[in-house]
């Protein structure tokens, strides 16, 4: 059992690079998150989704964007890179409406350096 | 706005001490909340999830508890030990699931 799974775990992007941090899970969870979470900080919400199809906003949108095409994957897309981009990404998944099951599962992290 | 804040930001204790930390949030329209412990430059572990309907839920030395009317949560550590040491987030599930900036634990020997 898998459970949530991010590519790559460290990257170096240059300033004004694009790339896409991809997460999958094989729970068939709804809900997936993507979060930043910059040193000695806690986790900021940057995209959410409910359901295949439906993407809102969070916290710290800005710079980003997601798709959610199928329910496994959640790609993040960070378009024309930024030092303050710099930060550990995290995704995660749950499904809120199946109690009792409904405990949240977290990738390991992604490590981004934009130089 | 929903908003997650724990207090304190950060604790330290002699080994042993039973301690408390908390959790509070402003919208009680909830889902769940879950407690989760994180080591430096590592991933989240979870500790604890305590359903909207449920007061409390415990796991060996660790108790949470939740009053959502009031909009807080604890998660109680008994006989801490230097083990324990790393920083404890709670995570708050409506349809988004919000983060307080966690309470850095430190338990010493």
């Known amino acids: 059992n898998a459970g949530v799974t991010q590519t790559p775990k460290f990257r170096i992007l240059k300033i004004g690079q694009s790339m896409t941090l991809q997460c999958t899970q094989d729970?068939?969870?709804?809900?997936m998150y993507w979060y930043r979470q910059d040193p000695g900080m806690g986790l900021k919400l940057i995209y959410y989704?409910?359901?295949?199809?439906?993407?809102d906003k969070g916290e710290v949108p800005n710079g980003y964007n997601v798709s959610r095409s199928t329910t496994e994957d959640f790609p993040l897309r960070l378009e024309l890179a930024a030092p303050s981009q710099t930060s550990v990404y995290f995704c995660?998944?749950?499904?809120?409406?199946?109690?009792?099951?409904?405990?949240?599962?977290f990738g390991q992290g992604t490590r981004l350096t934009v130089v | 706005k929903q908003e997650v804040t724990q207090i304190p930001a950060a604790l330290s204790v002699p080994e042993g001490e039973n301690l408390v930390l908390n959790c509070s949030f402003t919208?009680?329209?909830?889902?769940?909340l879950q407690w989760f412990r994180q080591d430096p430059g590592k991933g989240l572990t979870s500790l604890l999830l305590?359903?909207?309907?449920?007061r409390e839920q415990t796991s060996g030395r660790l108790n949470a508890s939740l009053d959502k009317s009031s909009g807080r949560s604890t998660l109680y550590i008994a006989a801490s030990q230097p083990g324990d040491s790393a920083t404890y987030l709670c995570?708050?599930?409506?349809?988004?699931?919000?983060f307080g900036a966690g309470t850095r634990l430190t338990v010493k020997p």
């Open positions: 305590i359903q909207s309907s449920q």
């Open positions: 919208d009680s329209a909830i889902y769940n």
């Open positions: 729970m068939n969870h709804n809900y």
């Open positions: 995660a998944s749950t499904d809120p409406d199946r109690a009792p099951n409904t405990e949240a599962f």
């Open positions: 995570a708050v599930q409506y349809n988004d699931m919000r």
């Open positions: 989704s409910v359901g295949a199809g439906i993407t």
